[in-house]
């Protein structure tokens, strides 16, 4: 790997700050040799085209002023404007910000939508703050970086701890700055305000179509299917629940509360009702609760992490026993366990394409705040699945092809993308 090339490291990340990034760094090199004759430009995705660092003064209910510091990152805008999450954590770091920027790149790419990649975040503890405190930081965070953002430039939407009312107060204080009320510069709003139907449950829907492809491909009947899911909120519980509707069963589940077994299959309904009312599955009858180690070595068709990244290590991937993974989450598997997992001959759907539902029926709303026109939910999930199955089929072509994983697949399709619209662009001047 090719860090220390002068090349590969922006001049304010010094080495020890790489992070998340330096792993993105490590992704476009081990495609890179797949690129052919895209490899001259490989160097246009080590770094990020925009990243603005901004400051945001509030006066806090108290009376006294803060400050926190935001960031937007542009990655890339090659196949068109920039698309990303905004974060409110206090953790968050201009290296985080810039790798989930990337990311968002190669997955745009990786399912063909006409976008770029993009992330923002602010370092800070949301929980800290009062409501009024976070509108007021959140709509001057939105006027800082209101330069570089716009319905054709570069699209937020929500992320770790931020929702449709926080696009609500993005979307206005842009309209309010610009003179015009202007729907199309954040997706996930209310639909009140222009938002998609079919959004809330996007990512679990494009995790079941990509599920069922991969399982056609690898010759497993979904009626009968086991499935196991770790996660148990927006997507793991519509991914679930698709399933069992489908006819799958689904033998465990796992939340931060419990981790619940039936080898007859658990009632999907039945454990939603139950997270909503309890706040996690733990206690909802009919299922035998079970160790985490069990639930990691249940023999199952599917398993779909769905939770939280590096769940899939190297500890626990020598013990699972299913045909094939399904990222509902972004970054589940460490790249370790994606290594033991192959050797074990379990096919990996990577989040790249398998959690790409989400943006992808954000770029429908965006397409209808563009034509103030809006379609039905069941159009909205026809064409979220039609979506999904050409970006399978992509994926798994490539895969086939050059004999590699779905992940460095997914990588050679997206970057291939990118580089082949920068190189038809051309430099300028
Ligand atoms: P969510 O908050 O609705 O649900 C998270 C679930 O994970 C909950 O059931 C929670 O109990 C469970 N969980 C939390 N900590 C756990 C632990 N330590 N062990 C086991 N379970 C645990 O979140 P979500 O929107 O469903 O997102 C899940 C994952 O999918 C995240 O990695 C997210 O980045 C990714 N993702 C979500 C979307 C989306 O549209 N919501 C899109 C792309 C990717």
Wanted: glycine content about 10%; proline content about 5%.
């Amino acid at each position: 790997m090719s860090l220390n090339t002068p090349h590969a490291l922006p001049s304010y990340l010094s080495k020890h700050e790489l992070g998340p990034w330096g792993t993105y760094l490590e992704q476009v090199e081990r495609v890179t040799p797949y690129l052919g004759h895209l490899a001259k430009w490989v160097e246009t995705l080590k770094r990020p085209k925009r990243s603005l660092i901004v400051d945001i003064p509030v006066e806090l209910d108290n009376g006294t002023i803060a400050h926190f510091e935001g960031y937007r990152v542009q990655h890339n805008t090659s196949r068109g404007p920039g698309k990303g999450g905004v974060r409110f954590h206090q953790d968050v770091t201009l290296s985080e910000v810039m790798a989930l920027a990337a990311w968002m790149s190669i997955k745009t790419a990786a399912v063909n939508l006409p976008f770029g990649g993009a992330k923002g975040g602010i370092r800070i503890n949301p929980h800290n703050h009062s409501r009024g405190e976070l509108e007021r930081i959140t709509r001057r965070y939105t006027s800082e970086i209101g330069v570089i953002i716009g319905p054709n430039k570069d699209i937020p939407a929500p992320d770790v701890n931020t929702n449709a009312q926080t696009m609500a107060w993005m979307m206005d204080t842009y309209s309010m700055n610009e003179g015009a009320t202007t729907t199309g510069v954040v997706t996930g709003k209310p639909i009140s305000l222009g938002g998609s139907l079919g959004r809330v449950e996007a990512t679990g829907r494009g995790v079941f179509v990509v599920g069922c492809e991969a399982a056609r491909d690898q010759g497993i009947n979904i009626e009968g299917a086991r499935v196991v899911v770790q996660g148990f909120g927006n997507v793991g519980g519509t991914a679930a629940r698709l399933f069992q509707e489908a006819g799958a069963k689904v033998i465990a589940v796992q939340d931060h509360t419990a981790c619940l077994h039936n080898s007859n299959g658990l009632d999907v309904l039945s454990l939603l009702k139950h997270a909503e009312e309890h706040g996690g599955i733990a206690g909802t009858p009919n299922a035998e609760a079970i160790s985490h180690d069990d639930f990691w070595a249940l023999e199952t068709e599917l398993l779909i992490p769905a939770a939280l990244e590096g769940q899939i290590t190297a500890r626990n991937a020598p013990t699972i026993r299913a045909r094939i993974v399904i990222e509902g989450a972004n970054g589940p598997t460490t790249p370790e366990a994606d290594d033991i997992l192959a050797a074990n001959g379990t096919l990996v759907v990577p989040d790249v394409l398998a959690n790409a539902g989400g943006v992808t029926v954000s770029y429908f709303e965006w397409v209808q705040d563009f034509s103030s026109f809006y379609w039905t939910e069941a159009e909205i999930n026809h064409r979220l699945e039609a979506m999904m199955r050409s970006a399978y089929a992509s994926v798994a072509s490539v895969a086939r092809e050059h004999g590699v994983s779905q992940r460095t697949a997914a990588f050679i399709t997206g970057c291939s993308r990118i580089l082949e619209a920068r190189e038809v662009r051309g430099l300028y001047p």
